[in-house]
């Protein structure tokens, strides 16, 4: 990686990402993540449903930076590039729960917002939208707020009696 070429990892499950990320960094420095995945993959130990750890990547410490052209230009359209069909915000707010339960989360960033470039109406609605993000990532679910630490891992509770 130091003399300019693309590493190529092949492997059995997700967490060996964890070691070709670091490896990364430590050979190049700054390093961009495009995590894609169908399953979230933002377990930890205690929350994890296998207890496999190619679901708990995020037991490290966790950055999420989010692009709001990320969310379809009909939710949030007060962005530099806006597009349709993009995923919908309560998909967006479903990521950014399950981000929170991680309990890993160090740095957010939200960007691309332009309330310049649109009007009032269309202003209003992106910043509602990311109000949204923004309080699920901390914590705050549609049954109210609740710390990472005091939610409850439905994963863990006995089949049986329903008891932790």
Request: proline share 4%; glycine share 6%; net charge negative.
């Amino acid at each position: 990686m130091k003399d300019g070429r693309v590493c190529v990892t092949l492997g059995g499950d997700h967490s060996l990402s964890i070691g070709t990320i670091d490896g990364h960094a430590e050979a190049r420095g700054n390093v961009a993540v495009l995590w894609v995945d169908f399953h979230t993959d933002l377990n930890t130990a205690d929350t994890s449903p296998t207890e496999n750890i190619h679901g708990m990547p995020s037991h490290l410490t966790l950055h999420v930076s989010f692009d709001i052209d990320f969310l379809d230009s009909l939710e949030a359209p007060s962005t530099i590039a806006p597009v349709r069909g993009e995923m919908s915000l309560r998909e967006d707010i479903q990521v950014m729960e399950q981000t929170h339960r991680t309990g890993c989360l160090s740095t957010v960033d939200l960007v691309e917002v332009n309330p310049n470039i649109k009007d009032k109406r269309d202003v209003h609605l992106t910043i509602q939208a990311v109000e949204h993000l923004l309080q699920a990532v901390f914590g705050h679910q549609r049954r109210g707020n609740y710390p990472s630490d005091e939610l409850v891992n439905y994963n863990k509770l006995d089949k049986e009696t329903n008891v932790l």
